[in-house]
């Protein structure tokens, strides 16, 4: 089957919904194992990551760093940034998400998708400066 696809997509939220909060470092190792076992596939096709991600509230600040604060948004893209890295079959990186956005009630979110790079209102968080970085030094 994926001799049929042109390139390849992953939704990936290693150090999210896998191994988050402390374990980060242990999120990054089985990203690393996913990753090896896709590049054993010699697949000669580009890669690209369509949804990852760590919800943040805007105001929410900790060190060290704790899931939902700002600083551990930061370490997690660091965290992503450095796997995709490694890789050079990784073409493409879409975070999931631009903004923040309204979801339907329920104990799992804290008033909607807190994912964004940008709040509802389009405010930066401080992850925009930290992918604002890595796009200038792509350059």
Not at 20 to 35: H, V
Not at 40 to 62: M, R, S, Y
Not at 105 to 121: H, L, P, S
Request: proline share 3%.
């Amino acid at each position: 089957m994926l001799s049929l696809c042109d390139f390849i997509c992953l939704n990936r939220y290693y150090g999210w919904y896998i191994h988050g909060g402390e374990q980060l470092d242990e999120a990054k190792k089985a990203f690393q194992r996913e990753m090896d076992q896709w590049k054993a596939k010699a697949l000669n096709k580009p890669f690209v990551f369509t949804e990852f991600g760590a919800d943040t509230l805007a105001l929410e600040h900790k060190l060290p760093s704790v899931m939902w604060s700002q600083e551990y948004q930061n370490e997690y893209m660091e965290m992503n940034f450095a796997v995709f890295d490694q890789y050079p079959f990784v073409q493409g990186e879409l975070t999931w998400n631009f903004a923040d956005f309204q979801t339907t009630q329920g104990i799992m979110r804290v008033n909607g998708n807190k994912k964004g790079v940008f709040t509802r209102a389009r405010q930066p968080k401080d992850v925009a400066f930290t992918f604002r970085k890595r796009w200038k030094n792509k350059e």
